[in-house]
């Protein structure tokens, strides 16, 4: 059910109770998002949050729903509460147009068996200041302290070129700056120019170090500007020991590895993946983005989630459109609801990657199918 104020506030006490913390997002992002509990005996023993903030696929901001702030009571797992809770909360965001469903979870194996999967894998990066002070070459940079109106569209156009980022709402800023009210952000561009690149970081306190910067943003139109935003945070050496890229801090590309002289000072920790699920097979493909060059027909097979039944159907994508036509037609390679959404986020790379998640097809067609959305690789910058 939709949960009022009164609700909303005994939701926040289980999943302090549920998660062994406070949430801050409980609360902080009720504001801008569908509220759900489940009530049993008049007590509150679920729920979660649910956003519809588009993502970009293809280059479009194509309609999802943000699932964030989950849990069910520990005295009620296992009864398949989280399954009715999960379909409740994704029910709202679907008649308002969510063809896609997003989520973080540490529970990937229940996730997978819901429909989810995840289109890559997703690391911090822990890089020592020195070794990006002798790195990379900031100069032909002017970098300007603080966030203007020009960064927005920025902002949008460099995540556009990726598979995943949110199109940031209007109140993403004010969640952000209390979720991390030290968070500092500056802009680089060419002198005369506008900026290309964006940085967000801020320092915390380290145990054993005393102080290291965080980066929260880092968005680079090109290998340049991205060099000089890594020199500018090596300047901070004199103080700073290393700087940490949180899990969404870096997009999934080796401008970092290649120009460091002692790789093996860097530290990476995987974290647990943020997670796909395609709500529409129809409306997703419709929506998407795709190569003006790419022209494919091809009969493909779906497996529905229940894993008992195939849906066949036509694929057609050309002049930059695509289509997903029921057919009776028997298809020439067989995708999982996962599977597919990870071919839609373009996270099978190859041939190969995907034969080896289980992908079953004719190579040459699969092969074709990859070619479609390899145009841009997987990565969602927000945390939620």
Aim: net charge neutral.
């Amino acid at each position: 059910m939709e949960a009022d104020d009164d609700l909303w506030r005994e939701y926040d006490a289980l999943a302090r109770r549920a998660y062994g913390h406070p949430v801050p997002d409980i609360m902080g992002l009720g504001a801008h998002a569908d509220r759900r509990v489940a009530v049993r005996d008049g007590n509150v023993v679920a729920g979660g949050l649910g956003m519809l903030i588009p993502q970009f696929f293809g280059g479009r901001p194509v309609p999802a729903a943000a699932m964030a702030c989950g849990c069910v009571a520990p005295e009620e797992r296992g009864g398949q509460l989280t399954v009715a809770m999960i379909a409740e909360r994704l029910r709202p965001l679907k008649e308002h147009g969510a063809v896609l469903a997003t989520l973080w979870t540490a529970s990937t194996g229940y996730a997978r068996r819901l429909g989810w999967e995840a289109p890559t894998p997703v690391y911090s990066w822990t890089v020592p200041t020195d070794d990006l002070k002798r790195g990379f070459d900031g100069s032909g940079y002017d970098i300007a302290h603080g966030t203007t109106e020009q960064l927005r569209p920025l902002r949008d156009d460099l995540a556009a070129r990726w598979n995943g980022p949110w199109q940031r709402p209007d109140w993403w800023q004010d969640w952000q700056h209390r979720q991390h009210p030290d968070v500092t952000t500056y802009r680089f561009n060419r002198p005369g120019r506008e900026p290309t690149g964006v940085l967000s970081l801020a320092g915390e306190h380290h145990p054993v170090e005393g102080r290291r910067l965080v980066v929260y943003d880092f968005w680079a139109a090109d290998h340049h500007v991205a060099a000089a935003m890594f020199a500018f945070l090596g300047r901070h050496d004199s103080r700073i020991p290393t700087v940490a890229f949180q899990r969404t801090g870096l997009p999934p590309a080796p401008l970092l590895l290649h120009h460091l002289h002692r790789c093996a000072c860097v530290v990476a920790r995987s974290w647990h993946p943020w997670m796909l699920r395609v709500l529409d097979l129809r409306r997703a493909v419709q929506l998407r983005g795709w190569p003006d060059e790419t022209d494919l027909t091809l009969p493909i097979e779906v497996v529905t989630e229940d894993g008992e039944a195939t849906e066949r159907f036509t694929l057609r994508i050309a002049n930059g459109t695509g289509e997903l036509t029921p057919t009776t037609r028997e298809g020439q390679l067989t995708l999982t609801r996962g599977q597919f959404a990870v071919w839609y986020a373009g996270g099978y790379r190859s041939a190969a990657a995907a034969a080896l998640a289980g992908v079953s097809a004719d190579p040459k067609a699969l092969t074709r199918l990859l070619l479609a959305t390899a145009d841009r690789e997987p990565w969602l910058a927000d945390y939620f």
